[in-house]
């Protein structure tokens, strides 16, 4: 089909192609949303007792900070350890978790808070009887310890709380890498809900084409995401296996339920996903609050990775990043991991490559007599396009061939641009010299310079056979166009197409000299085969 176009029309169609894979560019840097207005302590208090008077059975979910719960934020439990300190608040959730890696740096360059100030927190109790709940939210619990220090083994703690009706109990146990065992029982049958909490705000300016607000995972496999602002109604899941609320690099999540469960997603007052779930008179469940790290969620438990979404191209995404894991195992550089990475990927797609420039060889080879044929059938096109699938038969030249290795690029490409902006083990990751973090933009424009520069060089020592001067002259503009897109990208995905570039320039140089050989090689057996017959 594409054989039958006119110069032009194949310049039109690559600039379309080109539109449509930078076209994501504007959903990758989407407009600042603006920050959310200050609210007085009067204007909290209304909108909690707007939400008490609600808080029944099918009716508003998302608790709001009052005044008395704004003056009750005092700590009773601290939890530490060399890279975090978590937080239990007088109500029995949990207020805080501070990051004290300083790779995990919030966009003020401090120590990144995943647990938001306002909004529901993890294991926070709503009760479904309005009086109750009132008091609940007034009542301050106890915890048996002030402070743990996590230094290897786990540690437990019981909070209470003692209302006039009854006794709240959990039972906590914290672990070293994040995770903690729930176990929460009332002394009397109240039904009441328990929060898994709203879902982290870190870096907020540096989300990219990433997925924030809840996640379900079923035990049938089926994964659900409910986006921030796509909330249509309330969703109830049985049979869940993890239910999360997450944004890029960090999550609160529980899992471990009861397959009778009811996992209900509802949306919050700023028109967002929370997520809670029904609770019996006694609950036993875990949780996690941390970032989204591969290897730890995995030593947890297999199924809490799911959390890792790479969207669509997860069946792409995650086999690259277990093979980037394993390299960096080896390397012990994420930035050298990524570099073999794409010699790995160039070595799996070298016979496809290959047969595509050597493709593009033979269309160069046959440009002037395809400029021939047209003018010589130029008012016949159906005897033209015939003559011109014979000259390519006959050549063994495809059109399409030289298409073929960008083509293979694009999904490859994108798996791993997903990969990188999900992948928490890269931020902060440093490779050499200037470049300190992969997860962001080279900040002195080195590997995108260097990047356009491969580029050109590549399109140097790529044949063509363009007829139409006006599309070799756009052709050329494409290594700026790159240059100019991939300079906000992060440096890591970066460095993978420079390095892409390298090995592309390295194995055109070869298939330049093997096609030239092969030219030499028929041109002597050519002219032995005249002197025989002379």
């Given at each position: ?7 032009n ?8 192609l080109?539109?449509?894979f ?50 009750a ?25 501070e ?54 083994k786990a ?12 006794t ?28 898994v ?7 907020e ?15 049938d496999?089926?994964l ?10 309330r ?12 944004d ?26 929370v ?18 790290e ?6 947890i ?27 960096h195992?080896i ?10 990475l ?44 015939a ?6 038969k ?11 290795p ?12 997903r ?11 440093p ?20 990047m356009g ?38 440096s ?19 298939v ?23």
């Amino acid at each position: 089909m594409f054989d039958k176009l006119s110069p032009n029309q194949r310049l039109a169609v690559a600039v379309v192609l080109s539109v449509i894979f930078f076209v994501g560019y504007t959903a990758i840097f989407p407009p600042v949303q603006p920050q959310e207005s200050a609210q007085t302590p009067v204007q909290k208090e209304a909108e909690q007792k707007s939400s008490v008077a609600q808080a029944e059975v099918g009716h508003s979910v998302s608790p709001q900070e009052t005044a008395a719960d704004i003056s009750a934020k005092n700590t009773i439990l601290t939890v530490k350890n060399d890279k975090f300190i978590l937080k239990i608040d007088t109500l029995g959730r949990i207020a805080s978790k501070e990051l004290l890696e300083d790779k995990f740096r919030d966009a003020n360059n401090k120590h990144a808070q995943i647990i938001q100030n306002s909004g529901a927190k993890p294991l926070y109790i709503r009760f479904v009887d309005e009086a109750l709940n009132a008091e609940a939210s007034k009542t301050p619990y106890t915890a048996s310890k002030s402070e743990i220090i996590l230094n290897g083994k786990a540690e437990h703690v019981r909070l209470m709380q003692k209302l006039s009706t009854l006794t709240v109990t959990k039972d906590l146990v914290f672990y070293a890498d994040g995770h903690y065992d729930a176990d929460i029982s009332l002394s009397k049958d109240k039904r009441h809900y328990i929060y898994v909490g709203k879902r982290p705000k870190v870096n907020e300016k540096e989300q990219m084409m990433t997925a924030k607000g809840v996640l379900v995972y079923t035990d049938d496999k089926k994964l659900t995401i409910i986006e921030d602002g796509d909330v249509e109604g309330r969703k109830t899941f049985t049979g869940v296996e993890l239910v999360a609320s997450f944004d890029q690099y960090t999550t609160s999540m529980m899992y471990g339920f009861s397959k009778d469960t009811n996992i209900i997603i509802d949306r919050d007052n700023d028109d967002n996903p929370v997520a809670y779930f029904d609770a019996l008179q006694t609950m036993k469940f875990h949780g996690y609050v941390g970032q989204k790290e591969y290897q730890t969620l995995h030593n947890i438990k297999p199924v809490l990775t799911h959390v890792i979404e790479y969207g669509w191209f997860t069946f792409a995404s995650e086999p690259m990043f277990l093979v980037l894991s394993w390299l960096h195992s080896i390397f012990g550089n994420w930035g050298w991991a990524i570099v073999g990475l794409t010699a790995l990927i160039r070595m799996i797609l070298y016979p496809l490559t290959y047969k595509g420039m050597m493709s593009m060889q033979k269309m160069k080879q046959l440009t002037p007599k395809l400029k021939e044929l047209k003018e010589k059938y130029k008012k016949d096109p159906q005897r033209l396009n015939a003559a011109t699938m014979d000259m390519y038969k006959k050549h063994g030249a495809n059109p399409l061939g030289g298409c073929l290795p960008m083509l293979l690029q694009i999904p490859v490409f994108y798996a791993i641009y997903r990969l990188l902006l999900n992948s928490v083990e890269l931020q902060g990751a440093p490779w050499i010299l200037w470049v300190q973090d992969l997860s962001r933009m080279d900040p002195y424009y080195v590997l995108p310079l260097f990047m356009g520069a491969s580029m050109f060089l590549q399109q140097r020592l790529t044949p063509t056979n363009f007829t139409d001067p006006m599309q070799e002259k756009v052709m050329k503009y494409l290594p700026v166009i790159f240059t100019f897109f991939f300079v906000t990208f992060p440096s890591g995905l970066v460095l993978y197409w420079f390095v892409n570039n390298l090995f592309s320039i390295a194995q055109q140089f070869v298939v330049n000299q093997q096609f030239k050989n092969m030219q030499d090689a028929e041109k002597a057996i050519a002219k032995n085969r005249g002197k025989k017959h002379d």
